[in-house]
Structure formats: structure tokens, C-alpha cells
């Protein structure tokens, strides 16, 4: 088992910048992958970034290309999204989870994540 848990959420102005931190415990060493999703009101639970444990490859969705940055610090078990030019439609509970299973590819799609975090919200205003 992995436990996933999230901070670092709060209240921003459209533009600014926030970090999002999870930290994992339990059976790290088979991590393959982390990632960040994210679901606002009414809405499903959509895919925003993941990064390989072991290569470090990173795959973003397009709506946070270039805005959004995925990095993992190993020896804390810990994974960052760094959030930077901050939109109203950014709004949402983000989610951090693992995936356990080498796969060859990034994973993005929900059901090829094991284990996920409780959440931490983050609200921007206009």
C-alpha cells in the first residue's frame, strides 16, 4: 500500500503562482509513476500532469502546458506541481495519486492510477 497526501492548496488572484506538495509513504519502491489530477465543481476528475519515478519523463495536459510544472524529490518521496500564470477555469480539487504498474508509457487515464490522495483545493479569482 502507498499513502498519498496533499498541500499546499489555498485562495489566489488570477496570475499568481502556487505549489502543491504530496508526499508519499508505505511501499514507495514501487512507484512508477505520480500524477495530478484534478475535478472541479460538476465535473469529472481530469488529468493535469505525471512524471515518471525512476526517468523523470513528464507529460502535461494541454490546458497547463507551460504553465504547470510536474518534479519529484526522490529522497523525501514527495511530488510538486508548481502552478504559475493562474486561471479562474483552474479552479478545482486537485488530486494526487501513484501508479504501481510499469506500463512502457506514461500513464494518464484514471483507472491506470492505484492509489490517490484525499485532495487539496485550490480556488483563483478573477
Known amino acids: 500500500q502507498v499513502q498519498l497526501v496533499e498541500s499546499g492548496g489555498g485562495l489566489v488572484q488570477a496570475g499568481d503562482s502556487l505549489r502543491l506538495s504530496c508526499a508519499a509513504s508505505?511501499?514507495?519502491?514501487?512507484?512508477?509513476?505520480m500524477g495530478w489530477f484534478r475535478q472541479a465543481p460538476g465535473e469529472e476528475r481530469v488529468f493535469v500532469a505525471a512524471?515518471?519515478?525512476?526517468?523523470?519523463?513528464?507529460y502535461y495536459a494541454d490546458s497547463v502546458k507551460g504553465r504547470f510544472t510536474i518534479s519529484t524529490d526522490n529522497s523525501k518521496n514527495t511530488v510538486y506541481l508548481q502552478m504559475n500564470s493562474l486561471k479562474p477555469e483552474d479552479t478545482a480539487v486537485y488530486y494526487c495519486?501513484?501508479?504501481?504498474?510499469?506500463?512502457?508509457?506514461?500513464?494518464?487515464?484514471?483507472?491506470?492510477?492505484?492509489?490517490w490522495g484525499q485532495g487539496t483545493q485550490v480556488t483563483v479569482s478573477s
Open positions: 495519486a501513484a501508479s504501481d504498474m510499469f506500463r512502457g508509457y506514461m500513464p494518464k487515464q484514471r483507472y491506470e492510477f492505484d492509489y
Open positions: 508505505g511501499r514507495t519502491f514501487n512507484i512508477h509513476a
Open positions: 512524471r515518471t519515478w525512476s526517468s523523470g519523463s513528464t
